[in-house]
């Protein structure tokens, strides 16, 4: 199981970013496009994220592209 850095886009696209922590970020990942949003491993995912399709996209890419949007999406 690999441990992901994530970055996420700073458009409001949801689309985050997970790169392996031992592998090179992508080029076209850069600021201010792109903003360093944390890091996962073992623990609780983000919103959208499948680990098997993540394995997948790290063996064919280096990466792995995937939509997140929050939790919550009641308005108060």
Do not use: I
Request: aromatic residues 16%; glycine residues 6%; negative net charge.
């Amino acid at each position: 199981m690999y441990a992901y850095n994530l970055f996420r886009s700073t458009h409001q696209d949801g689309l985050v970013c997970a790169v392996p922590e031992e592998r090179s970020v992508p080029s076209f990942v850069v600021e201010p496009l792109w903003q360093f949003s944390g890091r996962v491993d073992n623990c609780e995912t983000p919103l959208g994220f499948d680990r098997q399709a993540a394995m997948t996209g790290v063996r064919f890419n280096g990466f792995y592209l995937f939509a997140s949007f929050p939790k919550d999406l009641s308005h108060s």
